[in-house]
């Protein structure tokens, strides 16, 4: 067992957890933020995305103690309580869903992507960069347009949408 202190959704967070512990299991397991999703175990799907230290990254891919004094935030915490981020709100809007399994990865990927292009997007980049984001449901038309729509309304107002 090993000592790990993170910063989750700003707030500390420790615990002693087995050295094989996957980031992602201790994110539901043991934090209980269940929003972060598994939807595989070959790490494709990119149902588990959260960010770290304010980037994208697969959290069944990282080890809990690996992430051991970093930032971390999940789908639960990328606006304030009863808020929505633009990207979910642009989701929403767009209709980037259906079964919902696969959003919470989207979202965190998104907004990363979004922040890395400065909102600058085009639609073969998002799809390019979705990549590592599997759906089931939605055939990505939807979840493209939000992102783009997200996207641009960045680059109206300016404003970073990344939470870190
Ligand atoms: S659960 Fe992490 S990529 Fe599928
Ligand atoms: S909305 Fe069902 S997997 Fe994407």
Redesign the pocket.
């Known amino acids: 067992m090993t000592a790990i202190a993170m910063v989750v959704n700003g707030r500390e967070a420790t615990a002693e957890v087995a050295d094989r512990t996957l980031l ?1 299991q201790f994110l539901r397991d043991t934090l209980h933020l269940t929003g972060t ?13 959260v960010h770290l230290d304010g980037k994208a990254v ?4 990282l080890l809990a103690v690996q992430a051991s004094g970093a930032h971390v935030t999940t789908i639960e915490g990328l606006a304030p309580a009863g808020d929505l981020h633009p990207v979910q709100a642009a989701f929403r809007e767009h209709h980037g869903l259906q079964c919902g399994f696969c959003t919470p ?1 989207m979202i965190m990927t998104a907004v990363d992507m979004i922040a890395r292009h400065d909102g600058a997007l085009d639609e073969k980049t998002v799809r390019d960069e979705l990549e ?1 984001n ?1 759906c089931r449901c939605t055939g990505y038309h939807n979840i493209v347009k939000a992102i783009l729509a997200a996207a641009e309304s960045t680059r109206s107002a300016g404003t970073p949408l990344a939470a870190e």
């Open positions: 992602v999703h598994v939807g595989c175990d070959t790490s494709q799907c990119g149902a588990c995305v697969k959290s069944c891919t990865g590592g599997l």
